[in-house]
């Protein structure tokens, strides 16, 4: 068997560098995800009682802290190992890897625009669910906080939605002092007000001539599906440059494993 001997086979330096710099960015952002998630977890008890995990009935962003840390984690560090140790398993996992990412964003992209009516109805589910456990991670009240502050809303389709936390309900057996009302966050704050009524939502809901007073009345689902037009160049821009910064470390570690294969192949 006869092999062509490539002349002056040598692996390009600069894109083994720059592969190297590309993931070691990558690999300490995922240490700091991995390390933000396990610090928002410690303050709340969870590694102290595992169990809290399995008693939360909404969504807890530790969660989605975590699968993002270790996601780029094992893949800047495949990509630095791989670079440095030009190692071509390694390499190939970590084109392999963002190249599937890549594929799977292009996809959810597609369905989000083909099937718009259900996607709409299961962010609709998805909202109510963590509205009934919204006292039960602190995470996810400040979460759930902040996105109605942000996009004056309240509720997934309307403040009534809160009937279905316990704490909020309307339900006559309700002992809680928040009964009929709403959180905070769903108040319209007074711009004179330098400290926030955090009782503001109180027993809100027992009179609804009133709403538009004092909270929002618009839900959620419909003030984000209004954000989304009025934010499409932004959300594209931030589309584009995450699907080149994948693109690039492709590009490198491609170039990167034909190097190291011209080398063996030489000798």
């Known amino acids: 068997m006869y092999y062509y001997r490539y002349e002056n086979a040598e692996i390009n330096c600069c894109y083994k560098y720059l592969m190297f710099s590309y993931n070691i960015i990558f690999w300490l952002a995922g240490i700091a995800f991995i390390a933000a998630g396990f610090w928002a977890w410690s303050e709340k008890g969870v590694l102290m009682d595992l169990t809290q995990v399995t008693r ?21 560090f495949a990509g630095c190992v791989g670079a440095l140790r030009e190692n071509i398993c390694l390499l190939k996992f970590f084109s392999g890897v963002i190249g599937l990412i890549f594929f799977l964003e292009l996809t959810a992209a597609v369905l989000v625009v083909v099937f718009q009516s259900q996607v709409r109805a299961w962010i609709n589910e998805f909202f109510l669910a ?47 002092r928040e009964k009929c ?23 809100v809901r027992r009179n609804q001539s009133e709403w538009s007073k004092h909270i929002y009345t618009k839900g959620c689902i419909a003030a ?7 934010n499409l160049y932004t959300v594209a821009i931030v589309f584009v440059v995450i699907s080149l910064l994948q693109m690039v470390g492709i590009y490198l570690a491609r170039n990167l494993i034909a190097d190291i294969e011209k080398v063996k192949f030489s000798y």
């Open 181 to 203: 009302g709403v959180p905070f966050s769903c108040c319209i704050q007074d711009p004179a007000d330098l400290v926030m009524n955090t009782q503001c939502g109180y027993d």
């Open 130 to 176: 963590n509205i009934k456990g919204y006292r039960d991670d602190i995470d996810l009240q400040n979460l759930i906080d902040s996105v109605q502050r942000m996009n004056a809303c309240c509720g997934a389709q309307t403040p009534q939605d809160w009937n279905q936390n316990v704490y909020f309900s309307c339900d006559e057996n309700n002992r809680s």
């Open 224 to 230: 984000l599906e209004d954000w989304l037009p009025r």
């Open 56 to 76: 939360v009935h909404g969504f807890d962003p530790v969660w989605l802290v975590l699968a993002v840390g270790g996601i780029t984690f094992v893949l800047g």
